[in-house]
């Protein structure tokens, strides 16, 4: 049974960071791309950034870029979003997925993944 959950999650400040965590189980880690997601109350779920099954690949979304970072540790089956400078409009549910196509490229797209976990609140406060 394939699990990813989400920590790290927290009430900041604008200006903070903050670290989120997303361990998984069940799956063979390092085949799998992994993304994180976000959504805000009333709003689309929206991809924040993705790293490929090796780590070399990443890519975040233009309203992150440069304020947040992923990576991946294979030997924990763990993967990290590490998010500094943070803004009110942060605020949302952040989740974690998988992608299990083997693709080498990071996708952006909901429907390309196959897990996802249960999500974890950040709320950022002016």
């Known amino acids: 049974q394939v699990q990813l959950v989400e920590s790290g999650g927290g009430l900041v400040q604008a200006g903070d960071s903050l670290r989120l965590s997303c361990a998984a189980s069940?799956?063979?880690?390092?085949?799998?791309?992994m993304g994180w997601f976000r959504q805000a109350p009333g709003k689309e779920r929206e991809f924040v950034c993705g790293v490929g099954w090796s780590g070399t690949l990443k890519a975040c979304a233009d309203n992150v870029k440069g304020r947040f970072t992923i990576s991946r540790d294979n030997a924990k089956n763990t993967v990290y979003l590490q998010m500094n400078s943070l803004k009110p409009e942060d605020t949302a549910v952040y989740y974690c997925?998988?992608?299990?196509?083997?693709?080498?490229?990071?996708?952006?797209?909901?429907?390309?993944?196959?897990?996802w976990g249960q999500g974890t609140q950040v709320t950022v406060s002016s």
């Open positions: 997925a998988a992608d299990g196509s083997g693709s080498f490229f990071v996708k952006r797209e909901m429907s390309s993944y196959d897990y």
């Open positions: 069940g799956l063979t880690f390092s085949n799998y791309a």
